[in-house]
């Protein structure tokens, strides 16, 4: 599985595709939608070290997007243990991305999909759709699209 974020790769333009249609793009430091404050994001929910006020350009946002989904890739190689196409592991790329390494793993989703129960996995995706306790209809369409991915070559 190494090397399927590489600069360039099908699977990276994918996973950038993905997780840039559903968290726009954003060159000004904004408050968390859920909690109106922490964390302040930036580009395409980028939270690490942002503060009110930062600023990125397009190029950057782009450069940092592509840079931060490796980390979560390499999360998601490490805690799925059974083999995955490439649409599966775009998918949970893109919910590690979201809701990060640690909540991703330790996730009915993974565990499931790492006891051979696929689609189950891939459906229980589907319950991700909260922050701080609402329901966001952006959130409910991001997993239903990361399910279609997880299913495809099932």
């Known amino acids: 599985m190494a090397n399927r974020m590489k600069k360039g790769s099908a699977v990276a333009a994918a996973a950038v595709a993905l997780v840039g249609g559903f968290e726009g793009?954003?060159?000004?430091?904004?408050?968390?939608p859920a909690t109106q404050g922490q964390p302040w994001?930036?580009?395409?929910?980028?939270?690490?070290?942002?503060?009110?006020?930062?600023?990125?350009?397009?190029?950057?946002?782009?450069?940092?997007?592509?840079?931060?989904l490796q980390k979560y890739a390499a999360g998601?190689?490490?805690?799925?243990?059974?083999?995955?196409?490439?649409?599966?592991?775009?998918?949970?790329?893109s919910f590690a991305y979201n809701v990060g390494v640690t909540a991703a793993c330790g996730s009915s989703a993974i565990k499931l999909i790492n006891q051979g129960k696929t689609a189950e996995g891939?459906?229980?995706?589907?319950?991700?759709?909260?922050?701080?306790?609402?329901?966001?209809?952006?959130?409910?369409r991001r997993r239903q699209k990361e399910r279609q991915f997880c299913l495809e070559g099932a």
């Open 76 to 93: 998601i190689e490490k805690c799925v243990t059974v083999p995955m196409p490439d649409s599966r592991f775009v998918s949970l790329t």
């Open 122 to 140: 891939c459906e229980a995706l589907l319950r991700w759709n909260k922050a701080a306790g609402i329901t966001f209809p952006g959130l409910t």
């Open 41 to 68: 994001t930036i580009c395409y929910g980028s939270t690490n070290g942002v503060k009110p006020g930062d600023y990125k350009t397009v190029a950057q946002c782009k450069a940092l997007l592509s840079l931060e």
């Open 25 to 32: 793009l954003r060159q000004h430091a904004y408050p968390d």
